[in-house]
Nanobody, 122 residues
Framework: QTQLVESGGGVVQAGGSLRLSCEAS???????MAWFRQAPGKEREYVAG???????DYADSVNGRFTISRNYAKNTVYLQMNSLKFEDTAIYYC?????????????????WGQGTQVTVSS
C-alpha cells in the first residue's frame, strides 16, 4: 500500500516562508493530490489541490500566497508557503486519491500522511 510522508514543517515568523514536501512510496502520477490542515480546536480544512494533469486549485485563504506543485518522476508533491500568517498555524496533511481529480472534500481521499506541524509566530 502506498504511504505518504510529509516533511518540511517547522516554526517560522509571520511573513516568512516554508516548503512542505509529501513523498509517496509508490507511483502517484495519475492521482489527485491535496494538502489539508487542521488547527487546534478547528475542523480539518482544504488548502490546495493538484490533479493528475497538474491543474491546481486553492482555498481562498491561501490563494496568492501558497503554491502547490508536483514532481511526477519523484512521486512527490510540494506546498510552497509564502507570506505566512499566524492563522496558518496548523498540522498540514498530504492526501491522495486514485481518481485523479483532487477534490476539495477530504472524504474523497483514500491515502493520508501523518502530518507535519507548521507554527507561525506573530
Amino acid at each position: 500500500q502506498t504511504q505518504l510522508v510529509e516533511s518540511g514543517g517547522g516554526v517560522v515568523q509571520a511573513g516568512g516562508s516554508l516548503r512542505l514536501s509529501c513523498e509517496a512510496s509508490g507511483r502517484i502520477s495519475d492521482w489527485g493530490m491535496a494538502w489539508f490542515r487542521q488547527a487546534p480546536g478547528k475542523e480539518r480544512e482544504y488548502v490546495a489541490g493538484i490533479n493528475w494533469r497538474g491543474e491546481v486549485d486553492y482555498a481562498d485563504s491561501v490563494n496568492g500566497r501558497f503554491t502547490i506543485s508536483r514532481n511526477y518522476a519523484k512521486n512527490t508533491v510540494y506546498l510552497q508557503m509564502n507570506s505566512l500568517k499566524f492563522e496558518d498555524t496548523a498540522i498540514y496533511y498530504c492526501a491522495g486519491e486514485t481518481g485523479g481529480m483532487a477534490s476539495q472534500l477530504g472524504r474523497e481521499y483514500d491515502f493520508w500522511g501523518q502530518g507535519t506541524q507548521v507554527t507561525v509566530s506573530s
